[in-house]
């Protein structure tokens, strides 16, 4: 395994490429449509810079003619004042972060298809291009000193048939001997590796492979980049998240580690083991006295409760902060006064920023609006600033300060103003076992409640991802209500938030008490005199697109029409189709096969497909054929079944998506088919 370093080459886009901008685009009587989601700016990444005067920030505009995004760097005053716009060309800036004390920035772009390493003074002039990376970069960290880059590099994993039989130079085929042999959207060929390089200011020399020879992946696929990796104040060493397994052991395993490697001795401590769930987002304090990092306690359970450990680097003795706090966190950093680490954590339907102190383990609240933050980036002991969103706005940067929160970004502000406004509610429903449930109830514009009202059910994903004040570009709450629906969205079990019991009662309970928890809330806004009764729908995407075939089978009439994007239809055939197979014994409980496993027998009991015979309401299914956490193929089980049964049903079937939709313009198709769906079963009087 090596990596491939190229010849240098220059940034230069084509003479026909235009660049993307801001899309124009008109409001009409204050309607959010499908096609104005994609006019949205996406802003990502604040940086504040090293004397705490400008923040560094990357937004991305859409083009629905070109089918694609184009990130570009902005930069702004720390009040929010003077925001401008310091790159603008035909291929995408982002993954910026401030060099040379606040007099250079540091940021990726792409050259002839391959991201790699640029650099450019603080106004955007002077841009050059540091690494020639043959395969490209996939994010990079500057060591304190400056004189060292840790960059993601690819290198080759296991072997083609060109390799071993060099005469077939024709052949097309993969041959498997293990599992894990595709993941997510790829069959698996490349893995990443950690590099280290000298820099000198023009580029990169003297490249390492930090563990070089090891048949590995660091950061971990689909999902981990830059927050897998980091560097010691010192520069003499850094630390990079590996689950250093491979085949059948990395698939039936969330056992990753923090691994420290010494520069100089280029010896390689593994500073967790012997904890045995996913260890990931290590980040040192600002003297280099600790670490600080997530950890999960349970080898195979991904949606674990997630700790704040920390670390003492001398004795190396591991504290958890958070050993009395139910709730999972997301994301930390250090304050500056390395005393206390701010975090962010779903927490009771919102996603607030928290901190904790080191010695005492006390949390407190930052920042509790009925919001969802995001990144955070601390500015000194008593600021910081972080992205933040809700159901009805996209992310904005805002400074947090005492309590009280300050919008500093205006990306979206002018193209909101124009919109009629939705009503958000949060209820409290009783649930079949005593409790109460958190229910977002989104109402559409100019709402009356003397009319009627058709609804939707949403059905979240995961099975264990937030329902908080979420702002998404598919599942977009306020876009629903907008087309005159009104929005259900349940905090059902098995969602963070609510404390583990709550977080993890689903495992092993598919097609259990969240299928009553989202009866119980279809059943409290049905008594709605607003809600027309006989037209509710329901939608979900992967463990929500499972909810709705299950429910297609189970609703006793409640649902007018359904619509599943990638969801299991059939547990059997999920349990061995999936590449991430910790997954599937988590929460299934174990394989078909094991007919003494009575969880996993109850699981496979209660798959959706048993129930075909039961189903009545019109459905659609949407899939991604590069899909291999929930292939395709089961999307197609359910539109046969429907078929057959003469149930009316619709399918789009995309070749080049995956899990997700992801490129523009068929995000925009799936809108505005989800959209024609619901309107003909739930809008029957509609012209």
């Known amino acids: 395994m090596a990596l491939m370093v190229s010849a240098v080459t220059t940034a230069k886009a084509g003479d026909d490429e235009q660049i993307i901008t801001r899309p124009s685009f008109e409001v009409v009587d204050g309607k959010f449509t499908p096609e104005l989601v994609e006019a949205f700016g996406r802003v990502a990444e604040p940086q504040v810079s090293p004397d705490k005067k400008k923040i560094l920030y990357c937004v991305e505009f859409i083009s629905l003619k070109a089918d694609k995004g184009n990130k570009e760097l902005w930069v702004m005053d720390i009040d929010g004042a003077n925001p401008t716009q310091i790159t603008k060309t035909a291929e995408p800036e982002f993954n910026a972060v401030w060099i040379n004390g606040g007099a250079k920035i540091a940021f990726i772009s792409t050259v002839d298809g391959k991201t790699q390493l640029f650099t450019m003074n603080a106004d955007g002039t002077d841009r050059k291009q ?45 041959i498997v001997d293990d599992l894990m042999y595709k993941h997510w959207d790829e069959w698996v060929s490349e893995i990443p590796h950690p590099f280290v390089a000298d820099f000198d200011g023009n580029s990169l020399s003297n490249i390492i492979d930090v563990i070089e020879g090891e048949p590995f992946e660091a950061p971990m696929k689909p999902f981990g980049g830059v927050e897998s990796l980091v560097w010691a104040p010192d520069s003499k060493s850094i630390v990079y998240v590996s689950r250093k397994l491979e085949g059948r052991e990395y698939a039936e395993s969330t056992n990753s580690d923090l691994f420290l490697y010494d520069l100089a001795t280029r010896e390689t401590t593994n500073l967790t083991n ?161 409790k109460e449930m958190l229910t977002w109830v989104i109402l559409p514009p100019n709402f009356d409640k003397t009319k009627k009202y058709p609804a939707i059910l949403y059905c979240q994903g995961g099975p264990q991802q937030a329902v908080s004040q979420m702002w998404s570009y598919r599942w977009n709450f306020r876009l629903m209500a907008s087309q005159g629906y009104v929005v259900i969205a349940p905090n059902r079990r098995g969602l963070p938030g609510f404390g583990t019991e709550w977080n993890a009662q689903i495992s092993g309970d598919y097609g259990g008490q969240n299928m009553k928890d989202y009866l119980s809330a279809v059943d409290y806004m049905k008594e709605k005199p607003y809600i027309d009764s006989k037209h509710i729908g329901a939608t979900g995407a992967s463990y929500g697109g499972f909810s709705v075939y299950w429910l297609a089978g189970n609703h006793d009439n409640r649902f007018a029409a359904l619509l599943a994007h990638a969801g299991i239809f059939n547990t059997e055939a999920q349990y061995l189709e999936t590449e991430e197979m910790w997954f599937a014994n988590w929460d299934l409980g174990g394989p078909f096969w094991d007919k003494t496993n009575k969880i996993a027998q109850r699981s496979f009991e209660n798959s959706p497909h048993h129930f075909v015979d039961r189903w009545t309401a019109p459905i659609m299914i949407t899939v991604g054929e590069r899909d291999y956490r929930i292939l395709a ?40 088919e989800f959209f024609g769906w619901f309107d003909r079963w739930l809008k029957p009087n509609q012209e």
């Open 130 to 174: 540091i690494s020639q990376v043959e395969n490209g970069i996939g994010g990079f960290r500057f060591s304190p000193d400056e004189t060292k880059v840790m960059f993601i590099g690819s290198v080759k994993y296991g072997k083609t048939v060109k390799d071993r039989y060099p005469d077939l130079d024709k052949a097309n085929a993969h």
């Open 274 to 434: 012997g904890m045995f769930g996913y260890d990931t987002n290590p980040v040192f304090s600002p003297k280099g006295d600790k670490i600080a990092w997530l950890s999960m306690e349970h080898d195979g359970y991904e949606s674990d409760k997630n700790r704040i450990f920390v670390m003492d680097m001398k004795s190396r003795q591991k504290t958890d902060l958070t050993a009395d706090w139910d709730y999972t966190v997301n994301d930390i950093a250090w304050n500056p006064d390395g005393k206390s680490i701010y975090f962010i954590a779903h927490h009771q339907g919102s996603t607030p920023i928290f901190s904790i102190d080191v010695k005492s383990h006390q949390v407190t609240i930052v920042a509790d609006h009925e919001c969802d933050y995001a990144t955070i980036a601390p500015v000194d002991e008593h600021r910081v600033v972080a992205l933040r969103h809700a159901i009805t706005y996209p992310n904005e940067i805002f400074m947090v300060e005492a309590g009280s929160a300050t919008q500093l970004s205006n990306v979206n502000t002018e193209l909101l103003s124009q919109l009629s406004p939705v009503t958000v509610e949060k209820h409290m429903v009783p649930t079949t076992d005593g």
């Open 633 to 672: 193929s089961q999307g197609m089980q359910a539109f046969n079944a429907a078929r057959l049964r003469d149930i009316p049903t619709r399918m789009l079937v995309y070749p080049d998506e995956n899990h997700w939709i992801l490129k523009p313009q068929n995000a925009l198709l799936w809108q505005r």
